[in-house]
């Protein structure tokens, strides 16, 4: 019951890499905030469904960075995380968890952020774009920060999604 249950949760998350594909089919890469993978794994196998050259990256807080590590070792660990400005990408992840197999199979490289970097990053969305997101809601653009080099010329996506930052907090970023 666990397993498909997984799977639904990755497909119903992968929507959004349809939604991304039906506004930009033309896309060369894409980023998207990572916790246990869910949404990162469910949009990429989407993307590079319809275009395997379509870059996929996950970004997550450096403070809980257990899909990082296993994607490093090639297996689920346990790890020791830290609080993060990023917390519902926080946390371990179930050890049998399907999303290490989804990740090594569609995500080019995982990234990681600073609690600095993403403060920054709340702040840029909130200065620039007015857009009030949590700190895992600002992880993909964090990562695009942090490598934009590496998008110069290509068409990119970068998925904000999450607004539930207590009030106090945000306060303390943008002030």
């Given at each position: ?19 991304i594909s039906k506004q930009l089919p ?150």
């Amino acid at each position: 019951m666990y397993l498909s249950w997984c799977w639904i949760v990755v497909g119903g998350q992968g929507t959004c890499g349809y939604e991304i594909s039906k506004q930009l089919p033309d896309l060369n890469a894409a980023l998207f905030a990572c916790g246990a993978g869910g949404l990162l794994t469910g949009s990429a196998g989407w993307l590079k469904s319809l275009n395997p050259k379509v870059e996929a990256f996950g970004v997550s807080p450096e403070n809980s960075p257990v899909m990082y590590e296993s994607m490093r070792t090639n297996k689920m660990v346990e790890m020791e995380t830290y609080p993060t400005l990023a917390d519902t990408c926080a946390g371990g992840v179930d050890l049998d968890s399907i999303t290490l197999d989804l990740c090594r199979r569609y995500v080019d490289e995982i990234w990681l952020l600073t609690e600095t970097e993403i403060e920054t990053s709340i702040r840029l969305l909130f200065e620039q774009h007015r857009l009030v997101v949590e700190g895992s809601g600002a992880l993909s653009i964090g990562g695009l920060l942090k490598r934009k080099e590496h998008f110069k010329g290509k068409k990119v996506v970068a998925v904000v999604c999450g607004r539930n930052i207590p009030l106090e907090l945000f306060k303390r970023i943008i002030a």
